[in-house]
């Protein structure tokens, strides 16, 4: 998903304002720590992510780092 922005308690994807709740993002972001714990999820590396590969170039982050840093988002 791209996301081109957020306004209040909605987010402009791709010109399109969709209203979310934070509720909602809670939910999505227990579910996502969830699978996190049970290391069912993966990090794209591919060319496409040259952001993803810095990550673990430039600053030394390796897998472990990741998944503490995934489950600290609030």
């Known amino acids: ?8 308690n909605a987010i ?4 399109v304002k969709i209203l979310i709740d934070k509720s909602e993002i ?14 069912k999820f993966s990090i794209a590396l591919n060319s496409n992510r040259m952001t ?6 430039e600053y030394l982050i390796d897998e472990e ?3 503490i840093i995934l489950l600290d988002l609030t």
Do not use: E, P, W
């Not at 993803?52 to 170039?57: M, Y």
């Open 1 to 8: 998903m791209i996301v081109i922005g957020i306004s209040g």
């Open 12 to 15: 402009i994807f791709l010109g």
């Open 26 to 39: 809670a939910d999505y972001l227990t579910k996502a720590k969830k699978l996190i714990v049970q290391n």
């Open 52 to 57: 993803n590969l810095s990550l673990f170039d």
């Open 65 to 67: 780092r990741i998944k």
